[in-house]
């Protein structure tokens, strides 16, 4: 199957409407990779973490699009973990926002987050998202999948 | 005259009766009785003590009124077995400790009247020699109404910070939430417009039937990218506002720093952000003698690259822009800073309202563009939380000068 070849994308997102948003630009993007959504914090941890089933496959590749503010467990503590943990610090991580905090942007800096985007994602903001490294010895983004870019729709 | 001769007797009685063993002149007697009344109509509380040992010989009715004990009660005891002095006194250091001066004073004394009330005066003591023996004076003053305006006042400063923090967080958090569903509202009305070219593209390849294209075509085309076009306009009015207060509103979260700020750095690197601006409308800034201040480095930048962002924005059309910039140190330790123009100028009526968020003057001028309308507002804040002031003076058609005092120094 072709999408076993793609990286997945985690979407952490606990606002229904947002995490909808963000798909449709990924798709609209060109991004035919597999999605899994998270509603808070802690599920996504526990998915990474390997505490909950199915969880992450070290074999394959992943993609992190993490919102700052959620119940339970913030984005900026799952980040710290991730990034803390040698396991996974290679996984990209794009922070997702509603304001230009300068405060959270220098927080997220400082703990390693690949990228700071305030919602919703602009079509342009893509490209560079899908140009992020997936980790050592990986060549192929999951840009990849948006080379076929004439499927998108107009 | 009654109660007189008793307290009288009471006190010559305690002085060792020495005098009224001699016989006294007319005059002696019309002195004594001077002083007595003196003593008796003061307004302040008067103990007379035995100097050796603390036993108080006299107390006038002040006294007797504000501590509420008796005449009987105090005279003979000693200060420190009077239930009022007993914590302040209780281990005679202080006695000693005035005995040995000569004379002590405190500020702030709690006392505790007969019936429970919790005074506070201020008591000053002398010890004084009165015909060969010492004497201690005691003057009480009720303090009592003072002081406790003075805790009222701490405690309605103190509830005004709290206010103050609990209005700044509030605003934060408000604001910050609103941007959750105005980011549907922007991404989705972003889907909306996309799906609906995409609908008018494949509808217009379709075979309708002839009325009913028109009414489509009427539809996609004119009635609702006309909604699209107020919903977008809206939210991005919105964002922007939105985006102005969390600015306004992160201000109050960071902590001013202070340090010795050089005028001339700061204005020589403001001045270089606007120098092509400024060439270009042929604009000139005249800087004399800045003297340092005691403030924010940053936010000393910020703030007089806004007022001389507003003087070219809101200058006068054909007439060339001169922007003045002085300094003085006051002489109430500030340093008051001087930013004036000969702009377009502000009308009296809306000089108070330059500084409400959300401002933005000469709104009908076709010339001038606006920004957020955040400028001044973010301003005042600033220079406030800098512990300065800023005001303004102007005349429209001449002129608008800008007053910020800063403090000199830490």
Known sequence: MRSDSLATILIAEDNDGHSRLLQRGLKDAGAQNPVIRFRDGVEAWDFISGKSEPCLDPAKRYLLFLDIRMPNMDGIEVLRRLKADRRFRHIPVIMLTTSDDPEELRRCRELGCDKFSIKPIAVEEFAQIFGLPLGPGSEISPAAAAENKDSAPA | ?410
């Open chain 2, 1 to 410: 005259m009654k109660d007189n001769d008793k307290k009288e007797h009471l006190g010559t009685d305690s002085s060792g009766g020495s005098e009224s063993s001699k016989p006294k002149s007319g005059e002696l007697r019309e002195s004594e009785l001077r002083y007595r009344r003196l003593f008796e109509a003061a307004q302040d509380g008067i103990l007379i003590l035995d100097a050796e040992t603390g036993t108080i010989s006299d107390a006038n009715p002040f006294i007797i009124d504000l501590l509420g004990f008796s005449h009987e009660q105090l005279a003979g005891k000693r200060l420190w077995e009077i239930g009022a002095f007993r914590d302040i006194f209780a281990s005679q250091e202080k006695f000693k400790e005035l005995q040995s001066l000569g004379y002590v004073r405190y500020e702030g004394l709690p006392l505790i009247a007969a019936d429970g009330r919790k005074l506070f005066v201020e008591f000053v003591s002398n010890v004084y020699e009165v015909e060969g023996a010492k004497v201690i004076q005691c003057n009480i003053r009720d303090n009592t109404a003072r002081r406790e305006a003075e805790l009222e006042k701490d405690r309605l400063n103190e509830k005004i910070i709290e206010k103050n923090e609990e209005i700044e967080s509030f605003l934060y958090v408000t604001t910050h939430d609103l941007r959750t569903p105005l980011v549907n509202i922007q991404g989705f009305s972003r889907n909306l417009a996309k799906d609906l070219k995409k609908l008018y593209t494949l509808l217009s390849k379709a075979d309708l039937p002839e009325g009913i294209k028109e009414r489509v075509r009427t539809l996609l085309t004119d009635d609702l990218p006309e909604s699209m076009g107020f919903i977008t306009g809206g939210v991005l009015k919105m964002n922007m506002m939105i985006g102005a207060l969390l600015k306004i509103a992160r201000l109050g979260r960071i902590a001013p720093t202070s340090a010795s700020v050089d005028m001339d750095a700061v204005l020589k690197d403001v001045l270089g952000t606007f120098a092509y601006q400024l060439e270009k409308i042929g604009g000139v800034v005249n800087i004399l003698d800045l003297p340092r201040c005691s403030s924010d480095t940053e936010v000393v930048s910020q703030v007089f690259a806004l007022l001389i962002d507003n003087a070219i924005k809101y200058r006068k059309k054909g007439r060339r822009l001169e922007i003045t910039i002085e300094g003085k140190v006051t002489e109430d330790g500030l340093v008051r800073y001087m930013v004036s123009d000969n702009g377009l100028g502000i009308e009296d009526a809306e000089l108070e309202k330059i500084w409400q968020v959300f401002y933005s003057g000469h709104t009908a001028d076709p010339g001038v563009e606006h920004g957020e309308g955040i400028g001044l507002t973010i301003a005042k804040r600033m220079v406030e939380r800098n512990g300065g002031r800023i005001r303004v003076e102007s005349k429209e058609g001449v002129g608008t000068k800008f007053i910020i005092d800063l403090p000199a120094r830490k």
